[in-house]
């Protein structure tokens, strides 16, 4: 019995933690390969060019475009950031499990051109709350708190489109949930190839 | 955030050890209620009525069938058993998560009336090994061997009819594998309901 590769995608608002839990996740999963993305930002201090981005210029990557070679890709703040498709279909087929961290716009885009992936939405505890903090801490204006609850309403809105939801309310217990929807892909039938029976 | 009762069906292969792996993951999950069969067989010593099953006469079973109160039913060495649907769905219907083990004919029956159910398939380990095992203990004349086999192929192939499938190598990890299950479904944003956002 052998099994197709999964594509687990860690998604969700931007500060959620979800950096930090897919760090925590592949440190107990050393099986399974992380996903690196090309960028046309300039390389910080430490960075190095195929551990944290591929580093390309904007020629390679309007390429990389065109030829079809990206899942996604986005500007943000005026450098581009892309998902190399090779990298990731290459590790599916050979059955290797593949992990990709993206903000919840770019998972959109993932799922149009892999619907098969594993979708994990990590959501801040307390959402609820939200409104209420920030009305009581009284350092935003009545306009701002309004603009925070709408981005935070439709982010958290978007939830409906993933598989999963893994509460970020304490990080060891995230990180637990997240390797235990693994092991449960992992054991799905539709995730296995009947090469024995 | 809510979420709807989940049914955990574990089944499999009679001798597969699924009795075990149930009650070994309901002592890690207390809050799972387990669902209790009606039978009409004459209870052993040491069974309690309501604990291992609900004892009935024949008369009482047959009324379970024709008030269809049974979410399956079987004759089993002239002895009814069968499952009480109205303790599964008011458990579910409260948010409350029930277990059921059952064997793979069950599970079909289950499967017809729950689709929504969570369906695990307890499998034996080194099924590709069973044949030369067989051949090699030098036990079994060729047509029990064959009668086994294909009794053996035939519940193996049941598996694509299952969500999820566990190999009972080792019973600690097929315990920890059935949880991870569990864990992952209560994070399915399909059980969820959106009662806040």
Redesign the interface.
Known sequence: ?TRKGILFIISGPSGVGKGTIKDAVLKKNTDIKLSISATTREPRSGETNGREYYFVDEDQFRQLIDNDELLEWANVYDNMYGTPRQFVEKNLNRGQDVMLEIDIQGAFQIKARKPDGVFI?IAPPN??ELSVRLEERGKDTPESIELRLAAC?WE??Q??H?????LNHELETAV??V???I???R???KN?I?S??
Not at 162 to 166: A, E, I, L, N, R
């Open positions: 019995m939405f959402i609820e309403k958290m809105e939830m409906k993933y598989d999963y939801v893994v637990d949930t390797c235990s929807i092991t449960a892909e054991c799905k039938v296995l009947w024995v029976i």
